[in-house]
């Protein structure tokens, strides 16, 4: 995996002002316990520090990519995803086990048909997967949490240079 840390990458959420200590907001060791209770399943340390710093508000790191990846989405993913494909495609259902197993846990979704997923099997860190709910298929697209992170945060740090967030902004009286 590779050699940037996730306290590298929080470091640099706050140097560029993306997730700052104002702007995020973490899970309670109680809401962490929740999600592995729920899924069974203990969480990689590099997701669970994640969480822990900024699982329920991390600032602007997902907005310019428009992706359900906050705490409260991901507590309901791992199971609403597949409750999504039996209704939309029951004869495929049954292959579901193949492509999401038990320690999956899905970390974030634009929609049905695409989602990403980190296994729970390793203590430290865990690749990323795209999940296609419609075709369904697998595909791993970053060596770890870390790594996905720092993508995200390249595409907020971008949207941050070319202006994106400025369409949002609410005149002031000196506008």
């Not at 359900?68 to 939309?88: G, S």
């Not at 790594?147 to 202006?163: F, I, M, Q, R």
Request: glycine residues 4%; contains cysteine.
């Amino acid at each position: 995996m590779g050699s940037r840390t996730i306290e590298q990458f929080i470091d640099r959420c706050e140097m560029t002002a993306i997730a700052g200590p104002i702007s995020r907001v973490g899970c309670s060791v109680d809401e962490i316990r929740a999600l592995e209770t729920k899924y069974n399943i203990t969480l990689p340390r590099t997701y669970r520090v994640f969480l822990e710093t900024m699982g329920k508000s991390p600032g602007r790191l997902f907005h310019a990519l428009q992706v359900h990846a906050n705490y409260t989405d991901v507590l309901e993913l791992t199971a609403e995803i597949p409750r999504q494909i039996k209704l939309e495609n029951p004869d495929r259902y049954t292959e579901l086990a193949r492509f999401l197993p038990a320690d999956a846990l899905i970390v974030a979704s634009w929609d049905l048909d695409a989602n990403l997923l980190i296994r729970c099997d390793r203590a430290d860190d865990s690749p990323v997967w795209y999940f296609d709910g419609h075709n369904l298929s697998v595909t791993e697209c970053h060596e770890s949490v870390v790594e996905w992170l720092y993508d995200c945060l390249w595409h907020a740090e971008d949207a941050v240079k070319s202006g994106w967030y400025d369409q949002w902004k609410r005149p002031t009286s000196n506008d």
